[in-house]
């Protein structure tokens, strides 16, 4: 009945789905306000049209939540689902093979930014409530909860939760925004990172300069930023900030070896990325590099001039943006003053240095001997005819250890993605098998956790 219903309303779910992903709700541009806006009216309206019993804008400093439910009886369990409509900037646009905000499928995948990073993922919870709705499936309440600042931290969303512990009440989070190893190899995710992401600013001379007639006698902040950035690594990989170690939680031996039992080919993972070589921590495998141990890495940097042509000039800043993944034991707070007192330890002499900390979240590990983890496995060996293999995602999502702390809620990680769907980049895809499948395996997931 199940994967009669997606069959005949593929082509129309696609093309909702591709209606929602020609919005671009770029939370982290002001311009884009209206398109966030437009972005949370839609889903809030296809919720509505699926059959929900209620369904409002949550507005906040920032941009609105998304709230709908559909309360079947209030002595059932409650699945709460999680999810954003936000996505990432676009650029670069140069790099991008068909435009970012007019969806395409090439080769059975859905390119456009948000199509796995996470609208097509969400769109997969409101198409398979849909289809419990209609054909009178649902075993048990489900609220939802779709916000709007996923991919610039989250800040009002965590004022939301504490204000509305009993609108939120449930029993479990469901959650789409991680992915699986393989098609082949279908998984669930139980961990994930925490970040802290900073920004910095290095000042030499109170303007820029003529590099000819000043160059040699002060110094450039470009070239004093660029061997800050170098010493926060040590020769083995490791990072440098004093006490950013102290409470990294240690896996076990035996913790390790079945971490890495995860299938992994690292030829083709070279070959995916066209690199020579991978690099990192030394004593650890590509596994546990991305997924219990932290790191820290330069997202963006500038300064000076970077038009077209030459100009001969000695800047007067340099900036940086600076995030650091965080596993378990490890505080965003703590690591943030960490970073912020290291780096103006090692500014030279010559220079000034600002440092300013844009957002962070918790690592997360969720349990995997509960009910509804346990349901989550049993859809997945239905619909795939596999057992799930659990992994640690090196990705974050703040607000899991925000309902672990609030609600007292653990969440299940059903993710459908796959780590060569290029979020955050250009040409972001999602495989159309992906979304179809993952809408089956989620109701899936109620049957099994209303049992």
Request: proline content about 6%; glycine content about 8%; some cysteine.
């Amino acid at each position: 009945m199940v994967k009669a219903y997606i069959n005949d309303n593929k082509d129309r779910f696609l093309a909702e789905l591709f209606e929602w992903l020609k919005i671009p709700s770029v939370s982290a541009d002001s311009r884009h306000k209206g398109d966030v806006r437009k972005a949370a009216e839609f889903v809030k309206e296809k919720l509505v049209a699926a059959g929900v019993n209620k369904a409002e804008l949550c507005e906040t400093k920032g941009h609105p939540i998304v709230y709908a439910e559909k309360i079947v009886n209030p002595s059932l369990p409650t699945v709460l689902v999680y999810g954003h409509y936000d996505v990432q900037p676009a650029d670069p646009l140069n790099l991008w093979t068909s435009p970012p905000f007019e969806p395409v499928i090439k080769d059975d995948k859905i390119y456009a930014r948000g199509a796995c990073d996470d609208k097509g993922q969400v769109y997969m919870h409101v198409k398979a409530f849909e289809i419990m709705m209609k054909n009178n499936l649902v075993p048990c309440n489900i609220k939802f909860m779709i916000e709007g600042e996923e991919e610039v931290g989250s800040d009002n969303l965590g004022t939301f939760v504490k204000e509305n512990k009993a609108k939120l009440k449930a029993d479990v989070i469901l959650i789409s925004d991680t992915a699986l190893i393989s098609l082949e190899h279908p998984s669930i995710t139980t961990g994930l990172r925490g970040l802290s992401y900073m920004e910095v600013e290095v000042t030499g001379p109170n303007r820029d300069l003529h590099s000819g007639v000043y160059g040699g006698a002060v110094a450039n902040p470009i070239n004093a930023l660029c061997s800050m950035i170098a010493s926060l690594h040590d020769e083995n990989g490791k990072v440098t900030v004093e006490g950013f170690y102290d409470k990294v939680a240690e896996l076990s031996a035996a913790e390790r070896e079945a971490l890495n039992r995860a299938p992994f080919n690292l030829s083709n993972y070279k070959k995916d990325l066209d690199i020579n070589e991978i690099k990192g921590e030394n004593g650890y495998s590509t596994l546990e590099r991305t997924g219990v141990r932290p790191t820290l890495d330069v997202n963006g940097i500038w300064g000076g001039y970077t038009g077209e042509g030459a100009k001969t000039v000695l800047p007067s800043k340099a900036h940086a943006k600076i995030s650091m993944r965080l596993v378990p034991n490890q505080v965003s707070a703590e690591i943030t003053e960490l970073f912020t007192k290291h780096f103006q330890k090692i500014a030279p002499p010559y220079v000034k240095v600002k440092v300013m900390a844009h957002h962070g979240g918790e690592p997360a590990v969720t349990p995997t001997n509960s009910t509804a983890f346990k349901a989550a496995s049993k859809a997945f060996e239905e619909v795939w005819g596999k057992t799930p293999i659990p992994t640690r995602d090196g990705g974050s999502i703040p607000i899991v250890a925000l309902f672990k702390q609030e609600l007292g809620l653990d969440t299940v990680l059903m993710g459908f993605g796959l780590d060569s769907d290029a979020i955050h980049s250009p040409n972001e895809h999602f495989g159309v098998k992906n979304f179809l499948i993952g809408i089956e395996t989620i109701v899936a997931f109620y049957k099994h956790f209303a049992k």
